[in-house]
Nanobody, 121 residues
Framework: QLQLVESGGGLGLAGGSLSLSCAAS????????LGWYRQAPGKQRELVAT???????NYADSVKGRFTISINSAKNTVFLQMNSLKPEDAAVYYC???????????????WGQGTQVTVSS
């Protein structure tokens, strides 16, 4: 099993910056991708950004050019730097890990518990 420990978030100003981090631990899981999704009240959970263990990122169009995702593969930790915040960025941000079971190769995925991001205008 994986344990995902999220940190960061909180209150930011429109036009300002916030950062998130998520550390994944679990000796029997090989992590292939880490990422962030978000869910605003009344809306579906949506992709923000993901990054592979080799450092290949993928961004939602809504955050391209403003958010930067990075990874420390040795520590299975993913970071999200959020710049030029907009009110519509406010949501609960969830860390997501994908990988495989070390012994069986079975696909494995897990969500973090979520961290609130609030953007004040």
């Amino acid at each position: 099993q994986l344990q995902l420990v999220e940190s960061g978030g909180g209150l930011g100003l429109a036009g300002g910056s916030l950062s998130l981090s998520c550390a994944a631990s679990g000796s029997t899981i090989i992590i292939n991708r880490l990422g962030w999704y978000r869910q605003a009240p009344g809306k579906q959970r949506e992709l923000v950004a993901t990054i592979t263990s080799r450092g290949v990122p993928n961004y939602a169009d809504s955050v391209k050019g403003r958010f930067t995702i990075s990874i420390n593969s040795a520590k299975n930790t993913v970071f999200l730097q959020m710049n030029s915040l907009k009110p519509e960025d406010a949501a609960v941000y969830y860390c997501h890990a994908e990988g495989s079971q070390y012994y069986s190769g079975t696909y494995y995925a897990q969500w973090g518990q979520g961290t609130q991001v609030t953007v004040s205008s």
